[in-house]
């Protein structure tokens, strides 16, 4: 199921659903043929996150994600140790206990009894595998997404490390554990903050833009089949026009889906002043971002 | 290829782009997968090893386009029509006298751009000696940098006013478009290309009247008025802090706490008990122009950051005109309007030297860069408007290396920014976020976004 070539990637990218640029596909390819992990920068709504789910279907991998948020730790990434069912069985063997340290002539005999059984209370048993140990421990290779790094801290950054260059991470009661196989890893990034170098070394990195507009046309297409041509030509002219204006948060490929599905919706075939008016609030998500675009409707509408 | 590739790397990293080597084995590795006849997909290739975050994919275009296509990079058309001789003939007839520049300039037009280069480069470094008489200003450089426009501009007149039909047209279009590019190389001011910057415009009206009223135009009655505002709004911020703590402080399960507990219980653990654990609170580093007009803004602002200084784990503030103190001792052992009495009356602050931003940076640098770490947001509070001297941009570059985030809030309004001797648009381009500052209201929601 491993790619074969960069038109490969692009071909089995676009039936699973996601349209890429040849820099996309050559990225992708570039990571699986190596596997090393990909670094996916670019504004919010540009395909990001979709991308490492596309990247799964067509590879037949199940996708694990990992969201990441300020003050997220190894307990919530990669495991916990099970304390309340440890508990329970403590108390449910409770008598067993009692056989096993009967005959012991001292304290030091029973430590040394109880002591031998250790391994069966720190096992697999009790670990509650959190993303990170699915990923490497699953029997199937899987595509895992780490989203939204930068929201996590400098701290959680630093412990990534280990995991995206050796593919493996150490439990302290358990040794380290090594990856069955090898996950392709997504790493997305909205730019909230810089990364660290040293995550950046081990990344390729990949920059996804704002669409050009064929490519946003073949994409609104792909989504919305029963689409009038005529209509997605000027809707992406108009969003075009949309993102050169100074707006707080420009519109990205989402947000050109969901106005596009809107307009189809709304039974609107033809970009008028007054529709554009009616449906802004899909656009924009600011209210002086709407404003702006009500200003400069003349521009937004213009064809070149 | 190897060795072509490590000349890249070198220019790459000549160009301030961090390349390792194991970057550069696994782009060799890569290269070996992909068809290298297509260029674009080659370049995709180098830009994804090399060029790790946005801001460094400008400078990587640029040096792969100097590298890969620029003069004496192997094919190139207008080589052809000019050797060397043919080329000091053209350009003598067209007006060229023989100094230093000129042979310079004959050198690029010829494919050597080394002495060119080398004249960029001081003009460059003439900015930052300071003169003799003590005067600091970058008006040399400019004066030098104008020199060498004016001489390409008018060469470029000469070859255009040569005769035609002597067979000269090819050479003399060539020896033009060198020009060109000798041009760009000078009026060039490289900018990283700032892709995570928030520039942020508020628009709530927390309150109306007083809220609007910019901060330059208060009379004394409303800016005790103001203080009352501040203070309600102290009490509103902390409460809310205080509730979003207790919320998110619960940690993993506390074993030994209940085990203990389990005792009472006969051993059965009824109450579990969490751990519980701090939040991480900022560090913060303000820095404050007091010159002027843009006082007034960062005196509410500090007002604000040290009546909540226990939202945060450590507040240090500095004051500047032409070089920094520390004020953050004054706002430590008074009550805060005190202690922006006292800053004002300050005699280590130099309140009738010019604003100098490149010496403030300069002196922060020297005296307080371990005070910043990853934990660190840098608030900035000035307008930029540094009196035509030299910005010394890549120190706030340097500090955006080692802060969590800069932040800057300009008291004037955004249409201002860049005109006159405004250096906004240079230091934008190495901040996290960049906001107007001009009313309460404005301040308001930096503090809300800030705290919470």
């Given at each position: 199921m491993e790619f074969e070539s960069i038109e490969d990637v692009t071909c089995r990218l676009e039936r699973a659903g996601y349209i890429p640029s040849r820099e996309i596909a050559t990225v992708v390819f570039l990571a699986a043929a190596t596997q090393k992990p990909i670094l996916v920068e670019g504004p919010a709504g540009g395909g990001k996150t979709e991308l490492a789910r596309a990247v799964a279907r067509c590879l037949g991998r199940d996708k694990i994600r990992l969201q990441c948020y300020e003050g997220l730790d190894e307990a919530k990434a990669l495991y916990e140790w099970e304390y309340a069912k440890q508990l329970l069985y403590t108390q449910m063997i409770k008598e067993k206990i009692n056989d096993l340290i009967a005959g012991a002539d001292s304290i030091a005999e029973a430590v040394e009894r109880i002591a031998e059984q250790e391994d069966a209370f720190f096992s697999e048993r009790f670990i509650l595998a959190r993303p990170l140990l699915q990923a490497i421990s699953s029997d199937k290779p899987v595509v895992l997404l780490i989203d939204e790094i930068d929201k996590a801290d400098p701290e959680f950054e630093a412990f990534l490390l280990e995991l995206l260059s050796e593919f493996q991470v150490s439990i302290p009661e358990l040794g380290i554990r090594k990856a069955r196989h090898i996950p392709m890893v997504v790493l997305t990034s909205n730019n909230y903050r810089d990364m660290s170098d040293a995550l950046k070394r081990r990344c390729i990195h990949l920059y996804i833009d704002y669409p050009e507009p064929e490519l946003e046309k073949r994409i609104i297409r792909l989504k919305l089949p029963g689409i009038d041509e005529a209509l997605a030509d000027r809707l992406v002219c108009a969003v075009n026009h949309i993102r050169e204006l100074d707006m707080k948060k420009r519109p990205c490929i989402s947000e050109t889906l969901d106005w596009a599905q809107a307009l189809m919706v709304l039974n609107i075939g033809e970009l008028s002043c007054q529709a554009v008016s009616d449906t802004l609030n899909v656009i924009c998500k600011y209210r002086a971002d709407a404003q702006l675009v009500r200003q400069s409707m003349d521009k937004v509408l213009s064809v070149k | 290829m190897i060795d072509r590739l490590i000349q890249f790397v070198a220019a790459c990293r000549a160009a301030d782009l961090r390349v390792s080597t194991a970057e550069l084995i696994d782009c060799h590795q890569h290269l070996q997968c992909v068809d290298l006849v297509d260029e674009a997909r080659f370049k995709t290739v180098l830009r994804a090893n090399f060029a790790k975050s946005r801001r460094d994919q400008a400078a990587f275009d640029r040096v792969y386009d100097l590298f890969f296509h620029g003069p004496g990079a192997g094919e190139d058309e207008d080589a052809q029509h000019l050797d060397a001789e043919a080329a000091a003939d053209l350009l003598s007839q067209a007006g060229m006298g023989g100094d230093g520049l000129d042979a310079a300039l004959l050198d690029f037009v010829t494919g050597d751009p080394a002495s060119f280069l080398q004249v960029l480069k001081d003009l460059d470094q003439q900015a930052d000696a300071p003169s003799a008489s003590g005067v600091k200003s970058n008006l040399g450089q400019l004066a030098g940098r104008m020199q060498v426009m004016l001489r390409i501009n008018a060469i470029q007149r000469g070859l255009a006013r040569l005769p035609d039909g002597t067979g000269q047209a090819p050479a003399a279009a060539s020896?033009?478009?060198?020009?060109?590019?000798?041009?760009?190389?000078?009026?060039?001011?490289?900018?990283?290309?700032?892709?995570?910057?928030?520039?942020?415009?508020?628009?709530?009206?927390?309150?109306?009247?007083?809220?609007?009223q910019p901060f330059s135009s208060l009379t004394p009655a409303e800016i005790e008025q103001m203080r009352d505002v501040i203070q309600q709004l102290v009490r509103k911020l902390k409460d809310r802090m205080g509730r979003r703590f207790a919320a998110s402080r619960r940690g993993g399960l506390d074993v030994r706490k209940t085990l203990r507990r389990a005792g009472r219980f006969q051993g059965v653990p009824l109450e579990l008990s969490y751990r519980r654990r701090p939040l991480r609170k900022t560090r913060i580093v303000a820095l404050c122009d007091v010159s002027g007009s843009v006082w007034s803004a960062a005196r509410f602002m500090l007002h604000l950051l040290y009546s909540l200084q226990d939202c945060f784990s450590s507040v240090h503030s500095f004051a500047f005109v032409s070089g920094t103190t520390d004020i953050t001792e004054i706002f430590a052992h008074n009550e805060v309007n005190r202690a922006l009495e006292k800053?004002?009356?300050?005699?280590?602050?130099?309140?009738?030297?010019?604003?100098?931003?490149?010496?403030?940076?300069?002196?922060?640098?020297?005296?307080?860069?371990?005070?910043?770490?990853?934990?660190?947001?840098?608030?900035?509070?000035?307008?930029?408007?540094?009196?035509?001297?030299?910005?010394?941009?890549?120190?706030?570059?340097?500090?955006?290396?080692?802060?969590?985030?800069?932040?800057?809030?300009n008291p004037e309004p955004e249409a201002f920014w860049g005109t006159g001797d405004s250096e906004m648009h240079t230091y934008k381009a190495h901040c996290h976020e960049v906001r107007t500052c001009q009313n309460l209201n404005q301040l308001i929601d930096f503090i809300e976004e800030l705290v919470l």
């Open positions: - | 020896a033009s478009r060198r020009l060109n590019q000798a041009r760009g190389l000078l009026t060039r001011q490289n900018r990283p290309y700032n892709d995570g910057l928030r520039q942020v415009r508020s628009h709530h009206k927390h309150y109306q009247g007083l809220g609007e800053v004002l009356s300050s005699p280590d602050i130099g309140f009738d030297a010019l604003t100098d931003y490149g010496e403030v940076f300069y002196e922060f640098r020297q005296h307080h860069m371990h005070r910043i770490n990853r934990k660190t947001t840098v608030i900035i509070v000035g307008d930029g408007r540094s009196n035509y001297q030299h910005p010394r941009e890549s120190i706030l570059a340097e500090i955006r290396e080692k802060a969590r985030r800069i932040i800057w809030l």
